[in-house]
Each structure stands twice: as structure tokens, then as C-alpha cells.
């Protein structure tokens, strides 16, 4: 069964920075798609950032281009998204999901999700 755990959120100032991981288990996941997606309140799910777990693609959502990297570590089995550069309408809560197959932007197109964990950047 596979899991996906998120950490590294947090309370920032805007101009910061912060580095979510989300630790992956229970497959092989060369074979996956891994995206990042954020919800606020009263808003829907939204697409962050996508890479192939091989890390041979990536993708990003235009209001956080030049800000935010995403990429993998094969030996550590986790994802991350280095967010540099917040502002207060990145706060949201952050979700990593998994998908077989090419990337996607849709959070239908993927099987499975972490809990989420909150990012609230402050003026």
C-alpha cells in the first residue's frame, strides 16, 4: 500500500523560505509521477508543481515559477519542493500525491495523497 507522508511546513515570514519533503513507501516508484498541489480555504485544490520520479521532467504552475523547485531523492524514497521567495497567498495546505504513469496537472488524474501539511506565510 502506498503512503506518502509530509513535513516541513510552517509559519514564515514573506520573503522566506521553506523545504517540504514528502516521504514515499510501499511501491517502487521509478515508474511514478509526483506532483505537489495546495488547497486553501474556501478554494480549490491546486496544482503546485509535478516531476517524474526519475526526475527526467518537471513542471510548474505559472505563480510559482522561478520560485519553487521540486525534485526527488531515489535513495531517500522522498519528494521535495524547495519554496523560496514566499508570499501570503502561497499559504495554503500542501499535498503531495502520486500517480503510474507521465505527469499531470490534474489532481483527478492522481491515485494517491498524503495528509497535507500547512504553510502560512505572514505579511
Known amino acids: 500500500q502506498v503512503q506518502l507522508v509530509e513535513s516541513g511546513g510552517g509559519l514564515v515570514q514573506a520573503g522566506g523560505s521553506l523545504r517540504l519533503s514528502c516521504a514515499a513507501s510501499g511501491r517502487t516508484f521509478r515508474t511514478y509521477a509526483m506532483g505537489w498541489f495546495r488547497q486553501a480555504p474556501g478554494k480549490e485544490r491546486e496544482f503546485v508543481a509535478a516531476?517524474?520520479?526519475?526526475?527526467?521532467?518537471?513542471y510548474y504552475a505559472d505563480s510559482v515559477k522561478g520560485r519553487f523547485t521540486i525534485s526527488t531523492s531515489n535513495a531517500k524514497s522522498t519528494l521535495y519542493l524547495q519554496m523560496n521567495s514566499l508570499k501570503p497567498e502561497d499559504t495554503a495546505v500542501y499535498y503531495c500525491?502520486?500517480?503510474?504513469?507521465?505527469?499531470?496537472?490534474?489532481?483527478?488524474?492522481?491515485?494517491?495523497w498524503g495528509q497535507g501539511t500547512q504553510v502560512t506565510v505572514s505579511a
Open positions: 516531476i517524474s520520479w526519475i526526475g527526467a521532467s518537471t
Open positions: 500525491a502520486a500517480r503510474r504513469g507521465a505527469v499531470r496537472a490534474a489532481p483527478g488524474e492522481y491515485d494517491y
